[in-house]
Nanobody, 118 residues
């Protein structure tokens, strides 16, 4: 059974920082591309950042220079370091694991709420 358990969300003031973690189980973590997505109220889910099994990263333009995605293949965990947070970063953040081209495996975690507000 595949599980992606996200944690680290919360309430933070504008300009603050948070680190999200996503612990994976039930998959061979090291061969999966991992990603963080977010969904704000009334909006579609959007990509935030991805990291391939080889360590290559990709970011949405809106978070470049502020967010950093990383992974620990020993701990089976992917992280999202978020700095200089803005109110528009407020959303539920979801962890994703995928592999295959074309896509053959695609898993989602339940999400963690991030609220940026003074």
């Amino acid at each position: 059974q595949v599980q992606l358990v996200a944690s680290g969300g919360g309430l933070v003031q504008p300009g603050g920082s948070l680190t999200l973690s996503c612990a994976a189980s039930g998959i061979i973590f090291s061969i999966y591309d991992m990603g963080w997505y977010r969904q704000a109220p009334g909006k579609q889910r959007e990509l935030v950042a991805t990291i391939t099994s080889g360590g290559s990263t990709n970011y949405a333009d809106s978070v470049k220079g502020r967010f950093t995605i990383s992974r620990d293949n020993v701990k089976n965990t992917v992280y999202l370091q978020m700095n200089s947070l803005k109110p528009e970063d407020t959303a539920v953040y979801y962890c994703n694991a995928r592999r295959g081209s074309p896509l053959t495996h695609n898993y989602w975690g339940l999400g963690t709420q991030v609220t940026v507000s003074s």
